[in-house]
């Protein structure tokens, strides 16, 4: 099972075929450069773009998937920079949605995967202050919502400790 982030391929450019021999893929990419895919090994994952509150948004995706009795989301967050302006405000309301559509999801009980890339970086991931303190992905507004999240009962991995 694995959930991929920042395609930058549509779904007719996805290598589906080439991934066939490992795993099933569904993507989740449009005509932009964050889509999405889930992959799962030895059965066709069931994906659905879903849009965490807001039927017009096509900025982040948010890919949904079940597969053998896990529901998966895939997601790519919104970058938000520069801030401040509509990027970053964009952001942060899209965490808002995130958070509601995150906590339904906790309640409901079943086991669940929130696998992306939020692009918020946590405190102890940033060495060259200086450089990124206007960055969007450190601000105190988009590490609380992060935080927002996590409190619901989320745990976090990163890729590096999945192996």
């Not at 895939?74 to 520069?82: D, E, R, T, V």
């Not at 405000?89 to 906590?103: D, G, P, Q, S, T």
Request: proline share 7%; glycine share 8%; with cysteine.
């Amino acid at each position: 099972m694995g959930c991929l982030q920042e395609l930058k391929s549509t779904d007719s450019d996805f290598p589906k075929q080439q991934l066939r021999k490992r795993a099933m893929a569904r993507s989740g990419a449009g005509k932009i450069l964050d889509g999405v895919a889930i992959l799962a090994r030895g059965c066709e994952p069931v994906v659905t773009p879903t849009n965490a509150g807001d039927a017009t948004d096509i900025q982040s995706p948010l890919y949904r998937g079940c597969v053998n009795g896990v529901a998966y989301r895939s997601l790519y967050g919104a970058n938000g920079n520069p801030q401040p302006g509509p990027k970053f405000a964009y952001k942060l309301a899209w965490m808002k949605r995130l958070i509601a559509h995150a906590a339904n999801l906790y309640a409901a009980g079943v086991p669940v995967v929130l696998a992306g890339d939020y692009n918020i970086v946590p405190p102890t991931m940033i060495f060259i202050r200086q450089f990124l303190c206007q960055n969007a992905l450190v601000q105190p507004q988009s590490r609380a919502a992060f935080q927002r999240l996590l409190r619901q009962g989320w745990v976090t991995r990163s890729a590096r400790s999945i192996r």
